[in-house]
């Protein structure tokens, strides 16, 4: 069973930048496909970015061009870098390792 554990949030200005980190205990080699999906007070939650193994990366068209995830397999994590925040992208991001999900991390754009 692998078990997510998220880091990097916070606060941080429009415009700015921010890399959430993802280290997955257990048996990472056996997770094919991670992703970051965010959730936000009212509204649709998105995955907003996957990876597979072999680094393979997909997109929300709200992100594209923004963020980009990436995965050090001999670390055992997955990290979304974030640049030009928006406010929009204010919401609780979640990493998820196959079928497991972590607890989660605020993320928070606001001047």
């Known amino acids: 069973q692998v078990q997510p554990v998220e880091s990097g949030g916070g606060l941080v200005q429009p415009g700015g930048s921010l890399r959430l980190s993802c280290a997955a205990s257990?048996?990472?080699?056996?997770?094919?496909?991670m992703a970051w999906y965010r959730r936000a007070p009212g509204k649709q939650g998105e995955v907003v970015a996957r990876i597979t193994r072999g680094g393979s990366a997909g997109y929300a068209d709200s992100v594209k061009g923004r963020f980009t995830i990436s995965r050090d397999n001999a670390k055992n994590t997955v990290y979304l870098q974030m640049s030009s925040l928006k406010p929009e992208d204010t919401a609780v991001y979640y990493c998820?390792?196959?079928?497991?999900w972590g607890q989660g991390t605020q993320v928070t754009v606001s001047s």
């Open positions: 257990g048996s990472f080699f056996s997770t094919d496909v």
């Open positions: 998820i390792a196959g079928s497991s």
